[in-house]
């Protein structure tokens, strides 16, 4: 009996610990070491603890799925406003409520009734070489130029299973119509260079080597070859790159997100939002930013020097951001129907 005591004392105590730990549970699709560093300054100033998993978004999704009431997680973090939205439509999120986040992302930033909110935005733009390509050419171009003859054989970008080209696509619907995108789109094949392969920094560094005229990719791939991250040969290779933002004098350039959520079953949730409040910071914002080359959510955090020489001062398409989940199952048959492998 008196074993039996020492146990129900010893499981309390243990049950009890474990609840006056402070801590958020993170699932994360962001794979970089510098996050890591961001998680430490969020512990020493807030004394919650950061436990973290990081895999696939795909992966993530369905382990919350599978977990159930019981999961742990408390903040969700994926890539594209597309996986935002169909985490949201499962009903996996809950809101977010924060005045702090309210008053520092523009209401395009945020998902409806305040289920997610972006962390990072990415431009989808066009990458050419001035040797071989001329700025005159490409003046006032936009995605929708590129099903003209001109462009045949010339144009290098990734195959369609990657949801970077499902969520451009799914802003050229909402745009221009599901049947006039698929006229356009039957054209923009035919003026591939090559079947596509590889991921965008390849499409980069085809462009480099005259295997293409131009390229479609995300932005800030050209920073991570620029700073030699990637290895010598992807620095010279970007180095003779220059960046065209499509679209300029109509909708704006595809711009897509990195954002997070806080979980329904979030057994954290103040933490959670103190996390996500903090990841909207100046600060975390800029941490986030050198290290990954994207942009920032917030308007007064300048790009890094090596993305800021392409131009800042874009026009971003901030109306598509919300429409791409919606637009991603007609995209993704569009693609197919088409052959765009
Ligand atoms: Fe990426």
Redesign the pocket.
């Known amino acids: 009996m008196k074993y039996f005591l020492h146990i129900i004392i010893l499981i309390f105590s243990l049950v009890y610990s474990s609840h006056a730990v402070e801590e958020i549970n993170l699932y994360t699709s962001r794979h970089y070491e510098s996050d890591k560093e961001l998680y430490k300054i969020f512990e020493q100033r807030y004394g919650i603890k950061v436990n973290y998993i990081s895999s696939k978004g795909k992966v993530l999704i369905e382990r919350i799925k599978s977990e159930g009431e019981g999961s742990p997680a408390d903040v969700l973090i994926v ?1 594209d406003a597309g996986n935002l939205w169909r985490v949201e439509q499962l009903g996996m999120f809950q809101e977010i409520n924060s005045p702090l986040i309210k008053e520092a992302l523009p209401e395009y930033l945020i998902g409806e009734n305040n289920m997610w909110i972006a962390l990072t935005k990415r431009a989808r733009v066009i990458f050419y070489n001035p040797a071989t390509t001329s700025k005159k050419d490409l003046h006032s171009l936009d995605y929708e130029d590129l099903s003209e003859l001109k462009w045949k054989n010339k144009i290098a970008i990734r195959s369609s299973n990657n949801i ?1 080209n499902q969520s451009l696509v799914a802003s050229l619907i909402h745009r221009n119509g599901y049947d006039s995108t698929k006229i356009w789109m039957k054209k923009f094949i035919e003026n591939f260079a090559r079947k596509p392969q590889g991921n ?1 920094r390849a499409q980069i560094i085809a462009v480099s080597k005259g295997e293409a005229h131009i390229a479609i990719a ?1 932005s ?2 050209i920073g991570l070859m620029l700073s030699g991250n990637q290895g010598v040969d992807q620095q010279k290779a970007a180095a003779k790159i220059n960046i065209h933002f499509p679209n300029q004098k109509n909708s704006g350039t595809h711009m897509n997100i990195s954002g997070a959520g806080i979980l329904r079953n979030s057994p954290n949730y103040k933490n959670a939002v103190k996390f996500l409040e903090f990841l909207l910071s100046p600060e975390a914002q800029k941490h986030i930013i050198y290290n990954t080359f994207e942009y920032s959510v917030l308007e007064n955090v300048e790009p890094h020097p090596l993305i800021r020489k392409f131009g800042i001062s874009f026009k971003e398409d901030i109306k598509s951001i919300k429409k791409l989940g919606k637009n991603n199952a007609r995209a993704v048959r569009m693609m197919d129907q088409l052959k765009w492998h």
């Open positions: 890539v970077y965008d995300n800030y791939y």
